[in-house]
């Protein structure tokens, strides 16, 4: 997390520390025990405690008093789900993808942007699926990812100042961009090209190419990608996939048109930005 991200996260009071607390119980992605919680929180033991029982109170976490674990709670789920329908891009992007993955052979992802970072909503495998991070619901950096960088690269200045403040530029392969300046110099490069690839910059073996879903008005709600490994393509293949990628996109950003969705990362009033 970086120092700007606490910063905001400290101004936010209860609420923002709670939410805190639940993005720790979820990231284990099973159940964890007060032992675990506490050593990846910066929270006293007590307030830490006192976060946990409210939220268990509350129904957004569950509490085992066998096992002495924490997990998400049923309510915490209807939310998620209530959000996944009415916020999210999947609904509408469904049979688009589904579409796409048939057309393309290869693993489909779909995504959007979350406090700079890749939410990934969807993901259709097909009939060669491949072992790799993303994941729906799975958050992931944007920095070395293709579909992260799609959608980096056609946001605003101000919007895509505040994104690049929020990246770790954590190396996670050699060919890892792990500083603005180099980000920033690829990101022009793919506004003017329109898609992005991912070059093994997250996970050795995987390559994507990517391309930003974008609103009437220009603004970005989402981004695809084509997944493949290089044992079996080359980002040259990969790259031929360009035109069913843009298809996808312009027919989901139609799509979105008359559902009201909400624009990602721009700004919805003059001086408000939404990254």
């Given at each position: 997390?970086?120092?700007?991200?606490?910063?905001?996260?400290?101004g936010d009071g209860t609420i923002g520390k709670a939410v805190t607390v639940l993005d720790l119980v979820a990231g284990f992605e099973r159940p964890v025990r007060f032992n675990e919680l506490r050593e990846g929180s910066d929270?006293?033991?007590?307030?830490?405690?006192?976060?946990?029982?409210?939220?268990?109170?509350?129904?957004?976490?569950?509490?085992?008093?066998?096992?002495?674990?924490?997990?998400?709670?049923?309510?915490?789920?209807?939310?998620?789900?209530?959000?996944?329908?009415?916020?999210?891009?999947?609904?509408?992007?469904?049979?688009?993808?589904?579409?796409?993955?048939?057309?393309?052979?290869?693993?489909?992802?779909?995504?959007?942007?979350?406090?700079?970072?890749?939410?990934?909503?969807?993901?259709?495998?097909?009939?060669?699926?491949?072992?790799?991070?993303?994941?729906?619901?799975?958050?992931?950096?944007?920095?070395?990812?293709?579909?992260?960088?799609?959608?980096?690269?056609?946001?605003?200045?101000?919007?895509?100042?505040?994104?690049?403040?929020?990246?770790?530029?954590?190396?996670?392969?050699?060919?890892?961009?792990?500083?603005?300046?180099?980000?920033?110099?690829?990101?022009?490069?793919?506004?003017?090209?329109?898609?992005?690839?991912?070059?093994?910059?997250?996970?050795?073996?995987?390559?994507?190419?990517?391309?930003?879903?974008?609103?009437?008005?220009?603004?970005?709600?989402?981004?695809?990608?084509?997944?493949?490994?290089?044992?079996?393509?080359?980002?040259?293949?990969?790259?031929?996939?360009?035109?069913?990628?843009?298809?996808?996109?312009?027919?989901?950003?139609?799509?979105?048109?008359?559902?009201?969705?909400?624009?990602?990362?721009?700004?919805?009033?003059?001086?408000?930005?939404?990254?």
């Amino acid at each position: 997390m970086t120092a700007q991200r606490r910063e905001q996260q400290a101004g936010d009071g209860t609420i923002g520390k709670a939410v805190t607390v639940l993005d720790l119980v979820a990231g284990f992605e099973r159940p964890v025990r007060f032992n675990e919680l506490r050593e990846g929180s910066d929270y006293p033991k007590a307030t830490l405690y006192r976060l946990l029982q409210t939220l268990t109170n509350q129904g957004l976490l569950a509490f085992d008093p066998e096992r002495q674990t924490y997990a998400p709670g049923l309510r915490l789920m209807r939310l998620a789900h209530a959000a996944w329908e009415q916020a999210s891009l999947a609904p509408v992007a469904r049979p688009h993808l589904a579409r796409l993955a048939v057309q393309a052979g290869e693993t489909v992802h779909l995504a959007q942007l979350d406090a700079g970072q890749v939410l990934y909503v969807d993901k259709r495998v097909p009939s060669r699926p491949i072992e790799m991070f993303s994941q729906a619901g799975k958050v992931g950096p944007a920095h070395c990812t293709g579909v992260g960088k799609a959608m980096l690269a056609f946001l605003d200045a101000v919007a895509l100042d505040r994104a690049v403040a929020l990246q770790s530029f954590y190396r996670f392969t050699p060919h890892t961009l792990t500083d603005a300046e180099s980000l920033r110099a690829e990101l022009a490069e793919i506004r003017k090209r329109g898609y992005a690839f991912d070059r093994e910059e997250h996970e050795p073996g995987i390559i994507c190419v990517a391309m930003p879903i974008l609103s009437a008005r220009d603004r970005v709600i989402g981004a695809l990608s084509v997944t493949s490994v290089t044992a079996r393509k080359t980002l040259d293949e990969l790259e031929t996939m360009v035109p069913l990628l843009r298809e996808a996109a312009g027919r989901i950003s139609k799509d979105t048109e008359a559902w009201r969705f909400p624009d990602q990362g721009q700004a919805r009033d003059k001086g408000e930005s939404n990254v």
